[in-house]
Every structure is written in C-alpha cells, then in structure tokens.
C-alpha cells in the first residue's frame, strides 16, 4: 500500500491488534457477496471456511466488523480427514447450541463460537455464516460503496481495500497475514454490471429469484492472506494490454474519456511487470492483472493480488498532467511499487504485521530501481534517495519514533504504515545493496522468494539468505549479519558517527550515539570513509564500529590540510558529525565533491544543526555555497530545513535577518525553476513561505488564473498558490476560498488544499473563526471538515493560537483516534519556541491522558521532548544566529 502518511495514518484503525489463538486454521473460504446500492449501501453475504483444527478445543475464535450475523443460519460439518468430497461431508451433532460473543477492548471484532463438542487435533471442518452489512460509504476502506459520474449519469460501484485487518468487514475471517488460505468469489450484481476479483470469472449466471440480477464466480486464489481479497461491481469500462508473457494486464476507470489517457499505466505496468520477473526469476501466478482507478481513492495505491487499486488521477495523466515529468515519474514509481507486491507481501507474506516493511520497505526500494531503469536520464535514484532520506531521518529523530520492527501485537498496527516503514525500510535495503553489491543481494532475493513462495516468512530468513552469499570477511567477525541487522530493524532512531581528528599526528576516532541521545546500546555500523588525496568513494566498509565499543581510533594519510569524510556514497542510514575545522575543510571544497556526497554533507550538517548537535554557525555557513550549486537534488535538504529552523526565528529578534537572508539565497534559484525541476514543488512552497518577491507575484498571478480555471494551476503548486493568496489576501479571499470549500466534493485533493490554505490568514479574527471551526462539535454549514488536518495546519502558522485556546477553554477537541491526536500535539510541539507555549503544551499533554490511551508518562512527555529541544535551541543558538546574520548583512555592503 502506498500514500501520504497523513492519509495512511488516519485511515487505519489505531486500536491494539487482539491475536487469534491459532488452534484451528483456515485452508479456504467460499464467499458470496450482493450489494443492494439503493437501501443505503447494504450488503448480504455468506461464507464457508474450511478448517483444520491444529490442537483440541471446544471453540472458534475469528474476526467479525460490524456485520450482522444471522444466528440461524451457522452450520458446522465434520470432513473427513482425507481431502474434502461431497460424499465424506458429515452434520456434527448439537448445532443449535453455538453461541456468539463479541468481544471488548484489545478483543474488539473477535466473533467467538463455542462448540457443545470438542474438535480434534487434525480434524477438518467447515463453518458457514450467513450475515448482513453495510459498506462504508464516506471513505474508500474496508469494503466499500461509491458513487460516480458517467458523462451525465450517476452510477455505483462496491470494491475492496482490506489491509491491514478490514477484511472482517466483509466477511468473517482470519484477518491476520499468517493465515494464508484460498478464496473462491462470487459476486452478486445488476445484470447491467460488471464484476472482477483477484482471479478471471468462471461466468456469469442469472441470480436466481432475482430478476435483473446475475452471479459472477471466480476461479480459486492461490493460498493468500485475507487482506489481499480485492473486488469491484460497476459499470467501468476497460482498456487492455498483453504483458509479456501473455497474460492480460486491463485498466479500470470511471469513463471512457478517461481510459484514453490510461496508455501510459499500460506502458508502465507492462515495462516494470517484465522487468520484476526477470529480475526475481519467478513468475507471477495470477493469470491477469487488473489496475482499478477509483477517484478519491484513501491512497495512493493498494496490492490486492491481480487487481490493484489506485488514485485515479495519479496513474490515468491527462494531457496537462503529463506534460510534466515530475507527474509521469511519481506513475511509474507509484506502479512499481504495487507490483513490487506481488513478490513481496502477496507470494511472499510477512508472519505478522511486525515485520511489515519486509513488504513496504522493498517495494519502495525496488519501485525506484524500476523506475531508474525505465528513465535512465532523470537521475530518479538520486531523487527518489535524497527524498526517502530527508522523510525517513526527520520521523526517526523524533523521540516519538519507532524501530522497525516492532511488537505489533503490543503497538497499533495502524500506525506502522509510515515514514518510518516504507523511507527506513527502503534506505536499509539499500545499504545493503551498496555494502554488499547488487549482485549478491539479487540473487539471495531470488533464492528467498523461491523457498518461501506461497509461504510466509521473516527477516531473518533473508538475513540467513544473505549471509551465505557473501564472501568472507563481509561481516564482523564471529557476527552473524541476522544480528548485525538486529540493532537497525530492532531500536528506534539511527547512529551519527561523531568524527574527532589530531591534526597533529593523524590519527582519527570514531564513537557513536544516538540521533535520539539515548543511552539504549548501538548500532553494528559499516565504516567507509576517504580523503581529500584518495578521493576512493567505494560504498565497501572500511571496517565495522561495534555497538559496545566506546571509540575506535586508526591513522590516515590525510594531511592538517585535508578534510575527512565517511559514510561514502551515503551508503549507510547514519550522519557524521565533524569538527568545525572538519566540517570548513569540507565546505570549501563542497562543489568538487560527488553529488551523492554533497547531498549527504548539506544533510547531516543542516540537521545536526537543527537539533542543536552542531554550532549553527556552521549550518549558516555552508548555506553560503549553494549560490554555487548547479545540481537540483542538493537543494532538497535545504528546502527540508529552512521552514524547520524558520519556526524556530517565528516572533524572535532573529526572524528578519533569517528571512533577509534566505529570500536572497532562494530567490535566485527560484528564478531557474522550470516546471520539470525535481524541486520544483519544494522550491516553490518554501519560497512563497519566505516571501520570495517572485514566487508571491507569481502565485498571485496563478491564484487569479485558478478562480477562472481551476485545472490551470499544477496540482503539485496548488496548495502554496492557495496559501500565498490568503496571506496577501483580505476578508473576500478567505470567504471567496470558504464558498468555494462547500461546494466541492468531499475527499477531492483540492477541497483538502482549500481547506489547509485558509489557515495561511494573517487576520486574526479570521484565523479564531477558523480555529473555532476546526473545533466544531456538529456538522456545520460549510460541510464536512476534518479537524485534524485544520488543527495541525494552524499549529504550524500559529502555535499561540492553538495553546491558548485551549487552555482559556480547557477543553479538547473531540478528535477520535489517538493515533490522530498525537499527530497533532507533534505538530504542535514542532512549532512550539519559547517557555510561555512550552508551559501550555505541557498541561496540554497532562489533559491528554485518556486520548493518547497511555499512562506511562515518559511515553506521553516524548512529544513534550520535541520542544523542549527547540526552546532550549532558541537559547542556545539565536543569538549566535543573529550576530551571523548582522556580519554578513556588514559585509554585504562593504
């Protein structure tokens, strides 16, 4: 699955997944599903689940959400041991008495069906349950019903989106991963409709004593998790392709306008459908794949085997989309990585959800291995590596971050769909294609997936995989690389290498710490490192730094005069952290350094600088060099920080000598964009935020173009446009934006825009009637909201604001998710600078308890950690800031 972990994070339910205690197990479920669209998107349906029971028990224990069981109509029959017929089929006695229970708490979906008899270890039986339900309506998860144009005529549509654990909204189940069983579909359906799953249809029969109605069977599923489960009834028209092996690859969209721009999602799926299967050696299964395009889709895409679903707007381009290369690129990425999929999470299937970047961390990985090879001149590696770097460092430098693996059962498993899973996991995968080669990780992949396919399986299995292909001395000595790779997947946060030289002698020592500068053991960390005379940028470790080790120290043959740097290739998910003299050595020569590694200086020393772990002297003056830099991809670091440390100027005597000073470092760059610049949107956002004279001319003059023509203004730039007008608008932009709000559609990417620029106000009485809005406990006038997304945009503009309304009224918004709130209070944290706010956010947390659900309060006060930093920050580096800013404004006009 992939999309914005804003949409991901409040999709998903946060509660505790309640384990099932696997005493009997499913090897198949035969379902049927009718959707009744006019009696407000019901739905009927039944199911029959073939079991084996692992070990004596006298009950059932499955999930069931919010469907209606029929009580009745439950039957339970004993098969024979042998493999199922008809005529082996036997009645077990005392049916009438099952009962059903519900459970409550960290138990909630669990439908438990007790048995008035035993059921024998080894015994196979099947369950049967006839139930009714309602699909959601309001958002595209679970399953799901919607309503669409075509041309003039509204029609509906019921389709699927399970994972992580929704499948039980359709059907009783064994929602969790390790459950692998086969699926045989069948649909009810308008005879005017067409229905798809996972496999081809068998055929289309009349329902019967339903006129106008008919049935769809599908052919079996391969074994596969429940979440994989994926249908759709509509009336979409289609478009296919042959893949190379001759299967049928078909797009899905709501129009035939549409499916006329669908030949680039034929072009991509076909190229990287090829590509994958070469590249594994391992042939997809399913005997068709079928690209779903459903509007407003929750994400950005959802792997359900043989019939993916997508945002309809980001792989069917229009001719304005795709005249711009960023839009073509985030399609091939987007597509490559649900097909990445197929490999990793639907053949092979992750034991729990605590191992569920195996399946997101690869798919991004190779999404931009595929996509790099498909456009070979974009430089999209570079891209793809410098952005998934910044995402994945800044979630992983919060003390509310997480390891990558973690104890599902214990954690939200909602809340692993995020930075942390899919940009972490990727730059693992990648450090150890650049450690060990490309090569040996391919074929140890090839291997994995073969031994495992149709199975389920850890990380260790590739570790121990990996480990027999490398040649000796690859590893630590006497460390086995499952355990070397224990200390990134298991511990929260990453390493920075602090580097202390004698300029004297030439000796260097490397120690280690924690970017979150906590106490809790270290890191197995592949040393590479050269020299200004060497200039050896090989991603092969020099030597490894153990996580009990204090210090390491060795000599060079660089010279006083020679800067030092590691982390070659920025192969390793780790900063360095350098002497000032270092650090200038470095600086002075940036522009002669390899791309990947001014990438990785900039980086380090701008967050390093951010957190206070290095002067921020330093941090301003390698700003200096980017009025030299030519390359696009070195400036996204620099765009990542500026609105980072312009929080931390909000309201100070330091603010106008920042923004001073940073209009002119932007303000020429800005003048070079194009519309295929990879930074492009970055640039344009920070430069509008800053007050780039340009950039607000510009997105006035696009906003007049937008109130005409709304598709004129590149989706990508539509938000800062939006903001920047309300900024420098008055009274009548802000309601011109409100009217417009109500009268779009709910779950638009525009309505969401609208709804996050109207806090870019300077007003402040507009900006209290929007915080009060935001606040809002019925639905009002202007439509449906989502409090979260207004809250966390005025904590960025206006942190004072938020706090101050909420403790004048002492009372929370009603925000239902933990997982949400504590989203918001990070936000606010973000923005929180001096002691006043600080002291707010504190009682804010304390009033929080019962809504982040947790009473440890050394969990609860790691969101207070965040400002703390950043006030402490103020103290310590402001003023040496504005003294920097005051000697270059001097030189300047000498």
Known sequence: MLGTWTQLLLLLPAALAARLPGTVVPEGYRIFLRPDFEAGCSFSGRVDITLTALSDTNDIILHSKHLKIDEESISFLELSRQPETDSTRMPRDGIDNITISEGQGESKHLLRIGLPQTLQKGGRYVLSIAYNGTMNKAKSVGIYCRQYKHGNQTRWLMSASFEPYLARSAFPCFDEPGFKANFS???????????????????????????????????????????????????????????????PLTVWASSEQKLQAADLALLYGRKHQQFFSEYFQLKDPMPKIDFLGIRHYQAG??????????????????????????????????????????????????????????????????????????????????????????????????????????????HPTGDLFDEITYHKGELIVRMLSMMFGEDKLKSALQEYLEEHKYGLASDTDIWNTLENKLAPGSLPEGVSLAEVM????????????????????????????????????????????????????????????????MNYTFNTSATANDWILFNTRAAGYYSARYDMTNSLLLAEDLDRLPLLERIQVLGDI???????????????????????????????????????????FRGTEGEQGFVNFFQGVLGNEFNKLTKDSPHNKQMFKVSCRIGVKNCTEMALSMFEEWKTNSSKVPEELRYSVLCTAVENGNASTWQYLEEKYQNLKDGCKEKKDILKALACTTDKKLSNKYLHWALETKTSKKGTKKSDTMLKAIAERDPSLLLSTFVKESSLPRISKSMRWKRILEKVALNVYNEEQLNQLKNLVEESREKLKSADYHERNKIVDIAVRNVEWVKGSQKKAVEWFSRIKRNQKA
């Open 301 to 410: 895409g959802l792997e359900n085997w043989g019939i993916i679903s997508f945002e309809e707007r980001l792989i069917i381009l229009d001719s304005a989309s795709r005249s711009r290369r960023g839009n073509r690129l985030r399609a091939s990425s987007l597509i490559a990585h649900e097909l990445v999929h197929i490999w990793f999470g639907n053949l092979v299937t992750p034991k729990y959800w605590d191992d569920i970047w195996l399946s997101e961390g690869f798919s991004s990985y190779f999404a931009t291995v595929a996509t790099d090879n498909m456009f070979p001149t974009n430089s999209y590696d570079i891209q793809s590596f410098v952005q998934s770097r910044l995402a994945a460092m800044s979630a992983d430098s919060l003390p509310t971050t997480h390891p990558l693996k973690v104890d599902a059962a214990s």
């Open 606 to 648: 701008l967050q390093l600088g951010y957190l206070g772990q290095t002067p921020i002297e330093l941090s301003l003056d390698l700003v200096l060099h980017f009025k030299a830099e030519l390359s696009p991809f070195p400036w996204f670091p620099l765009l990542e920080y500026v609105p980072k440390y312009m929080a931390l």
């Open 486 to 549: 224990k200390t990134w997947t298991g511990k929260a946060g990453y390493p920075v290498l602090i580097v202390t030289r004698n300029y004297t002698t030439g000796q260097v020592t490397v120690s280690q710490m924690s970017i979150l500068d906590r106490d809790d053991g270290g890191w197995w960390i592949p040393v590479s490192y050269t020299d200004a005379k060497q200039r050896n940028y090989t991603a092969v470790p020099r030597f490894w730094l153990s996580p009990k080790a």
């Open 185 to 247: 579909l069948k649909l009810g359906h308008p005879t005017d409709y067409i229905a798809i799953s996972n496999m081809p249809a068998v055929g289309v029969q009349p329902l019967e004593d339903q006129d106008g109605w008919s049935v769809t069977e599908f052919e079996t599923t391969p074994p596969m998790s429940t979440y994989l489960v994926g249908f759709l009834v509509s009336q979409y028209p289609s478009r296919s392709v042959k893949l190379s092996d001759g299967r």
